[in-house]
């Protein structure tokens, strides 16, 4: 921030300061590295964290989205744990009785290499559409009526059948949260409807100097409140805000609101 005064970007009051400082660090944590010289010479950014004492929000005010780029190479999946696998299990399960999805719609953006979105449907028996370019077709066997597409989500989509829309663990990754849940907001045309969203629990980073969890693609850290402050104003109803997975994660169910 190099001694600037800024208004905090997901409330809009702030004042914003700088409370972490990071340099030359890789650019992307997830991307499997074939050689050592590759390894070696990777290209690296600056992480500063500008922090709203309001909200609790905090921004990589340093980070330079076109230095990331997410593909097949991205190894991001957690399934091989049995443990995160029984937390993702009892997410669905709730979804399911929450969203009463039986032979509905679930899209999912960020959706990975698609287990998520599969483990959802084939226990809904609904129809899905993923978006991720990180994706890798047939790496995960999809249900009948799943479908992934390997790209980003943009904005111009319409989802106009849709019963649950699903993004786990994508929101800390994007530069510009507002401008992305505005943009879902427009995707998806009809109020009430219901929607799931997991980031990182930022309060747990705060409270336990957790310096391990703030790297590059992570541009963005929401509290409890700063999450509710940027779903309200974004045209969504915010029904409850859970910590989750021994306090790491904050979920987040919402409606699309009129």
């Not at 990331?68 to 709730?94: K, N």
């Not at 990180?134 to 799943?146: K, Q």
Request: proline fraction near 5%.
């Amino acid at each position: 921030m190099s001694g600037t005064t800024r208004s905090c970007a997901n409330c809009g009051r702030g004042p914003v300061v700088s409370i972490y400082q990071q340099r030359h660090v890789p650019v992307q944590d997830v991307l499997l590295i074939r050689d050592r010289d590759t390894a070696r010479t990777f290209p690296t950014g600056h992480i500063e964290l500008g922090f709203c004492h309001d909200c609790g929000y905090a921004e990589n005010v340093a980070f330079e989205p076109e230095r990331v780029r997410y593909s097949g190479e991205c190894e991001e999946t957690q399934s091989c744990s049995g443990i995160f696998g029984a937390f993702q299990e009892d997410v669905v399960r709730r979804l399911v009785a929450h969203c009463r999805l039986d032979g509905g719609h679930v899209v999912e953006i960020g959706c990975g290499k698609g287990e998520f979105l599969a483990r959802l449907c084939a226990r809904a028996g609904s129809r899905g559409t993923g978006f991720d370019p990180a994706f890798v077709p047939g790496r995960v066997e999809l249900p009948a009526g799943v479908q992934v597409y390997p790209v980003n989500f943009e904005g111009d989509e319409r989802f106009d059948a849709v019963d649950l829309l699903c993004c786990v663990m994508t929101l800390e990754h994007i530069a510009t949260p507002r401008r992305f849940l505005g943009n879902v907001r427009q995707a998806i045309e009809r109020s009430g409807v219901p929607v799931y969203f997991q980031v990182p629990n930022a309060q747990r980073i705060y409270r336990q100097a957790a310096f391990w969890d703030i790297y590059y693609e992570h541009c963005n850290y929401f509290t409890a409140p700063a999450l509710e402050i940027l779903f309200a104003t974004s045209g969504f109803t915010v029904e409850s805000i859970e910590s989750a997975y021994d306090d790491q994660y904050l979920c987040i169910f919402a409606r699309t609101s009129d």
